[in-house]
């Protein structure tokens, strides 16, 4: 099966490394500033000409109140008049990048994220809808994959019924641990109730997905305390959950300065923590997925991977790899044939740009013929956990063991150890080596120098 897991302390501890999530590859650490709005819109052009599908990811930066572990691109603020100038600037990004699409080109898959997108007011998720819908083929049958990030503590009800209304069919929600106590510690008090007051409405309201996102290696948290919020959200019954390492990088994202280092959990609880939610989940009845998220086997997403169609993407796994990815809002990353391409991270340049008829476009890169053969093999590997020789020596012209001779060293090291067979048609990650899958891709990476490396989480 494809969730078979196998836990082996030993290795988890030798290959727990830090390296990167793979969201994409080249990893946006290798972006540069020679990339600018004009790549940008030869792209969009080039996706109109072959009239390819639409994946939109709209950022909304805004939270009202901060939570110390977060490494997002966010405004802190209570002042929600900030967001109106921010949806002119972001309407009028949408008119300069959907006037260089085709309106028959249709998104597949929409998805709002932060920030808080629900820090927005109903007249505002309304009229930030309303102008997407207008520039954009959104379909109406319900048939797109439309999800929207959700704080409970900023929605109820009506703010549920509103997303339904709107189009929306997929909701997730950061819950990340219900003690009160490691809360207080991350200053985001939210109780089990809020919590499931918004899951009881999206069922009410037949959205089709419900994700849960929790974080193990919080200040306080113990393997028994987690393991009770894990039981209570399995109660939950959401068709995804996402089980994020908490990676504490202080020197890179000021909020976790205010962190205690000392209430951390030592790395030997964290194992444990993760050893049980596993076995939690599976026996509850979900699917490994992979890097941190699992899913109920009737989810689209377990559906793909049984299926061999599972893709990666800057919004992590999804059934819509194929769709050209478009970025829009600060920080926001855009992946449109060979190109990478990121809005500035800065509110006020980016509001600044658009407000002079520019794109922000701030970053990025065009992948060459050795990034497409690797990021092909990395999505192989992180998605389907097995790798064939031959479908990338005919997709790509090779001889795959002379191309990556320099690497079969570590490949037979790991063969070794027990991460993955390897014989001469390919590579698969054996069940006590599913857990480290990243570790296998950083094998293949081009770019990771043991200098960059420290810019990641680690992979446990």
């Known amino acids: 099966m494809l969730d078979d897991l196998r836990w082996d302390s030993e290795l988890l501890r030798r290959y727990d490394l830090t390296g990167p999530r793979y969201t994409s590859y080249p990893t946006a650490v290798q972006f540069h500033n020679q990339i600018g709005g004009f790549d940008l819109l030869h792209a969009l052009r080039e996706s109109r000409k072959q009239s390819r599908p639409l994946s939109l990811y709209v950022h909304v ?9 977060c490494a997002c691109n966010k405004v802190i603020t209570k002042d929600r008049g900030r967001s109106q100038q921010y949806l002119q600037r972001l309407q009028q990004e949408i008119r300069m990048i959907a006037c260089h699409l085709d309106g028959q080109q249709k998104v597949e898959q929409l998805h709002l994220g932060g920030g808080t997108p629900t820090f927005l007011s109903h007249v505002e998720l309304r009229q930030l809808m309303a102008h997407l819908r207008q520039h954009f083929n959104l379909l109406d049958d319900h048939s797109g994959d439309y999800g929207i990030e959700i704080d409970p503590r900023e929605a109820d009800w009506s703010t549920m019924g509103l997303l339904r209304e709107l189009g929306f069919n997929r909701v997730s929600l950061g819950v990340q641990d219900l003690d009160p106590l490691v809360q207080r510690a991350i ?3 939210q109780s089990l109730s809020e919590t499931r007051a918004i899951v009881e409405a999206a069922r009410t309201l ?19 305390g987690f393991a009770r919020t894990v039981d209570e959200v399995i109660a ?18 000021m ?8 209430q951390l959990p030592s790395a030997e609880h964290k194992l444990d923590m993760l050893q049980r939610t596993i076995d939690q989940l599976t026996s509850a009845g979900y699917r490994y997925i992979g890097m941190d998220h699992f899913a109920l086997p009737d989810d689209d997403l377990a559906i793909a991977q049984e299926e061999g169609t599972l893709q990666r993407n800057f919004q992590g796994y999804t059934t819509h790899g194929h769709c050209d990815l478009i970025g829009l809002g600060v920080s926001a990353i855009s992946q449109i044939g060979d190109l990478y391409a990121q809005n500035t991270s800065d509110l006020a340049e980016y509001q600044n740009l658009l407000a002079g008829d520019q794109l922000a476009i701030h970053r990025g890169l065009v992948c060459n013929a050795d990034d497409h053969i690797r990021r092909a093999v990395i999505a192989q590997l992180i998605c389907h956990f097995n790798l064939d020789f031959a479908s990338i020596e005919q997709a790509f012209g090779i001889d795959f063991r002379h191309y990556f001779n320099a690497v079969w060293p570590q490949l037979l090291g790991m063969a070794s150890d027990g991460l993955i067979h ?3 048609r390919g590579i698969q990650v054996q069940p006590a080596g599913r857990l480290l899958v990243r570790s296998v ?3 293949f990476d081009a770019y990771l120098s043991q200098q960059n490396r420290q810019r990641f989480s680690r992979v446990i």
Request: glycine share 2%; aromatic share 12%; hydrophobic share 35%.
């Open 187 to 189: 200053n985001r008090l």
């Open 236 to 253: 939950l019954q959401p068709d995804r959950l996402s089980v994020f390492n908490y990676a504490h990088l202080p020197e890179r994202f």
């Open 61 to 69: 930066p805004f939270c009202a109140n901060i939570c110390y572990y």
């Open 206 to 224: 037949q959205f089709r997905s419900v994700n849960i996102d929790l974080i193990y290696g919080l200040p306080l948290q113990t393997p028994e």
């Open 422 to 424: 390897l014989d001469t």
């Open 441 to 443: 891709c950083m094998v």
């Open 255 to 262: 909020p976790q300065r205010r962190i205690d280092t000392a």
